[in-house]
Structures are given as structure tokens and as C-alpha cells.
């Protein structure tokens, strides 16, 4: 398949281009420079189309732009960590909406694109897709209300959408203001001690190139469509996450649990069900 990647350059978008060209796929990505993928290791291996999203609507076929491809996998967002900026509304929605539709005006059937667990709110368990949906900041509002935009949009040209909702990954090229690199960080520098909120939040991980190999497998079908769990299923605490990667890391350091609040924007105890996942990557 000819695939186009949008956020190619971001944590997850340079191992799904990774993921692609494994399994076989001809890949184009979007740039908004064209020198944007020099220091990645797949740059020689794709066809790289420069273009700026913006929040209005643009009136050149897009779908001709990229060279007409199959499908696309659409990661791209702006201003990721800070979820309650009211640009995500303002900006982003609106401009990733009329990105994906003149895609779909002009001929593009198969679309993959990323929401995330914030669109539950402060719902608290395992959560389902077919759940009602409860977004607590202007970010998981903004994916929420772009996934509505389209299903509307379904009534109007018939194309298949895939709604992936990710959770909590981590791997290499991960913002290193998140927390697996910031104890990377602290172990390097011989820090006694790792600072850190008190851990007890149950969340749903996955490695990075495990996200992105599931990413390629939704992409890649039709049969399942709509909001997709991309998850593990399982529960962890944040505190056994953190104390299996000090293990992992052969690190004598101490975790001063407490050190921080809990975040405001999410509740203590959630995780995905993978049911449709399950059934799409069996």
C-alpha cells in the first residue's frame, strides 16, 4: 500500500514510518520542512511532500498533492504536552478538520487517525469504546470533537475511519520531560534519590514500537472502524512502572514518593479494553 504518514517527526510518528517500510508499504510523509527527517534512518527510504497546516481551509487537492495514496495515518497535532491551551480548539481542530477533508473530497478512502484516552475525562476502570465520551481539557475536547466532525462527515462521502485512542507509551525519543527519561536522567547523574508524585495511579503502557506496529495493523484493515483502543489492556501503577525500570536499569536509586501532586487531569485508576484490538491483530 502507499501510505501517508502525517507527524512523521514526532515520538510515535518515527516508529510508524519505521513500522511501514518493515511490513512492505510505500511511504510518503508530510513535512512541514522539507530537512525535517534528515537525522532519522528510514529519510532515504521515503517521499517526503512539503506542506504547513494551518486552521484554514485550503483549496488545492491534497490528495493529488501526496501522490494519491491509499491510505493515510494521521499523527500529526500540535502543541503536545500542554492539553488545556485553548489553541487546540481555535487552531488545531479546525485545521486538521479541513486537512482530512479535502483528503476525502478528493478521493482518499482509508483514513487512520490518533485520538487519545483524555477524550474518557475522569471516568475511572476499564474503559470501552463504545463508553460515552467526558473531555476534561481544550486537548482531548479538540480530538473528540475532530472524530464527531468526521462521523458527520460519513453521512456525507463514504470512506473508512479509524479512530485510534492511545494511552501511555514510552521508548526511545520520547519527550525527555516525561517521566521514564527524567529517571534516566536522575540515574546518569548519580541522583540519590528520584522525585516523583506518590505512584499509586493504575495506567495502561505500551512501548512505543509496540504502538506503532499496532498502528500499522489498524491502517491496514477495514473490517474494524470507528474509535480503536490502541492499548495493553492491563493495568500498572505508576510506582511499579517506574521501580521494573530502575531493575531494568541495574540503578541504586531511591524513589521520594510524594514529591509531586497528582495530575488534575486525569482520574487515579483507568486503562483500555483491547477487545477490537485484540481482534484486528490476532
Known sequence: MHILVTGASGFVGQHVVRALLTRGHRVTVSATRVDSFAYVDWYDQVTVVPYRLTPNADEQNLFAHFGQPDAL???AWQGLPNYKASFHLDQ???GHYHFLKNLIVNG???ITATGTCFEYGMQSG????????YPANAYALAKDSLRRFLETLQ???SFSLKWARLFYMYGPGQNPTSLLPLLERA??????VFNMSGGEQLRDYLPVDTVAKYLCQIAEQTKVTGPINCC???PISVRRLVEDHVKKLNAKIGLNLGHYPYPDYEPMAFWGDNTKLKFITQ
Not at 476499564?126 to 465520551?133: F, N
Not at 540515574?187 to 540519590?192: K, L, M, R, Y
Open 232 to 234: 495493553s489492556g492491563q
Open 92 to 94: 488545531n481542530l479546525f
Open 155 to 157: 453521512t456525507e462521502q
Open 187 to 192: 540515574v546518569t547523574a548519580g541522583e540519590p
Open 73 to 75: 495515518l494521521h499523527l
Open 108 to 110: 482518499l478512502i482509508n
Open 126 to 133: 476499564c474503559l470501552s469504546e463504545d463508553g460515552p465520551t
